[in-house]
Each structure stands twice: as structure tokens, then as C-alpha cells.
């Protein structure tokens, strides 16, 4: 059985908001291509996508977008998530994605989810885009790795304005309410919190990419069907 038929896909809602969806690669923590993603296609609820398109409208008349980096997440996703967890060998995405925690602590640290939001469909990571952000670079597998705590001029270049961290940088600098990153990241961590929170969306206290819109139209239903 394929999602339900209040799935949408946001580019069909909305094609001026940028994606980057990061799971359907290799550039993402685990460092390869995550179970579940078929192709890199943004599939969100209805309502979660038509108010991302209510912030989207909302920031372009501040001359600002979005990027999105992960929708709808399938149960098989999170699974691959957890058994790479287990192998606390495999370190090799560390010095980029979580250079400052251990990779035992990152569930239990709530920067990874067993049963996850996005797997629900109304749960996006998202971050500023506008005049003045650095140009996206393409990554090449095997380039060497920068921590994503990294002064933004340093660290992966993603497309978007300065938030303090990388996208899916596990560490506490990326807690939204962190105090530890430059002024601008603040500001703009502020703002994007502002603008999600006018449309319905809710973040979390760990990262600051990640909202939940609510009312969920699925509040209890972990979805397992493959992106497509
Ligand atoms: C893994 C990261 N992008 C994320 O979405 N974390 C939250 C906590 C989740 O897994 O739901
Ligand atoms: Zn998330």
C-alpha cells in the first residue's frame, strides 16, 4: 500500500522552495544512501505542505526562502538509522556531522529519533536561504570533512544563510536557544523559529532545522512506505 492520499509532494505545492533532500545521498551522517529513499522527492501531508508554502510566501517578501533537507521519512529509514547507531566503529562521517559527542549518545541525546516525527508526514528540517548566503557546494564522496561547528565561511557550504552549525550537525551549538553561536546565527535561527511558528510549525529544543506542524493530521501513525 503506497500513503495516504492527503500526501503530497511539496515541489507540487510549492517549486520555488529549494531542496536539498540529504537522505537519498551519500552526504548525510551515515555517510550513504538511507533505506527508504527511492529518489530524493519531498513528500509531506497536505496541510504541512501548503503552510510551508504560507512561510515560504511569507520570507520572500523579506527577499528570503527555504531549503529543505528531509520530509516524510519512512519507518525503514529510522531502522537504518538505529542499526548504524549500534556500530559505534563505523566513525566515519564524525568529523563533520557530531565532532563533539560520542556516537553512543546521540539518541539518547534527542538528535536522532527511534520513532521519529518525520515519519508521521507533517515534520520537515529546513533552513534560511538569501542575499548574502554562500553559493551551495556539490559534495564529492571522499572530500576531506569540516566540522559542522565551523565558522560558516569553513564549514560545508549548503546554500544557506549562517544558522551557527551545518545541517545535521549533532552538538549542542545546534540547539536552537544556543547562546554560543555568532549574533547573525542567532538572529537568523530566530527568525526562521518566527516565521515557522506563524504557519503552524513547531520546533524542538536539540536542532534548530526541525519542525513539526500541527494539528498533525497522523499523530500516531508511523508510515513505512519507501520514497518515490
Ligand atoms: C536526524 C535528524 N535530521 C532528525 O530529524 N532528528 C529528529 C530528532 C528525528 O529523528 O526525528
Ligand atoms: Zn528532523
Not at 538509522?81 to 568529523?95: G, H, L, M, P, S
Not at 545546534?174 to 535561527?189: D, G, K, L, M
Request: some cysteine; glycine content about 10%; hydrophobic content about 35%.
Amino acid at each position: 500500500d503506497g500513503l495516504p492520499a492527503d500526501f503530497v509532494r511539496l515541489r507540487e505545492v510549492d517549486p520555488t522552495i529549494n531542496q536539498d533532500m540529504r537522505y537519498v545521498g551519500a552526504h548525510n551522517f551515515v555517510g550513504r544512501p538511507i533505506d527508504g529513499y527511492v529518489n530524493g522527492e519531498c513528500w509531506l501531508t497536505r496541510p504541512a505542505a501548503l503552510a510551508l508554502k504560507g512561510v515560504q510566501d511569507d520570507l520572500r517578501a523579506l527577499g528570503l526562502g527555504l531549503i529543505v533537507f528531509e520530509c516524510y521519512r519512512p519507518q525503514r529509514a529510522v531502522n537504518h538509522f538505529v542499526r548504524w547507531a549500534r556500530d559505534v566503529n563505523d566513525i566515519v562521517t564524525q568529523a563533520e556531522f557530531y565532532p563533539g559527542v560520542d556516537k553512543r549518545d546521540l539518541f539518547r541525546l534527542g538528535y536522532i529519533a527511534e520513532r521519529s516525527g518525520h515519519s508521521r508526514g507533517s515534520t520537515v528540517d529546513v533552513t534560511l536561504t538569501g542575499p548574502g548566503a554562500l553559493p551551495a557546494q556539490s559534495y564529492r564522496p571522499g572530500q576531506p570533512l569540516v566540522a559542522c561547528t565551523a565558522p560558516y565561511g569553513l564549514r560545508f557550504a549548503d546554500g544557506g544563510l549562517d544558522l551557527g552549525t551545518g545541517y545535521d550537525c549533532f552538538d549542542p551549538l545546534s540547539h536552537p536557544a544556543s547562546t554560543e553561536v555568532t549574533a547573525t546565527a542567532q538572529a537568523n535561527r530566530k527568525l526562521l523559529a518566527e516565521a515557522m511558528a506563524a504557519r503552524g510549525f513547531g520546533g524542538i529544543p536539540e536542532e534548530y532545522w526541525h519542525f513539526t506542524y500541527r494539528p498533525e493530521p497522523y499523530p500516531d501513525s508511523y508510515f513505512d512506505v519507501p520514497v518515490e
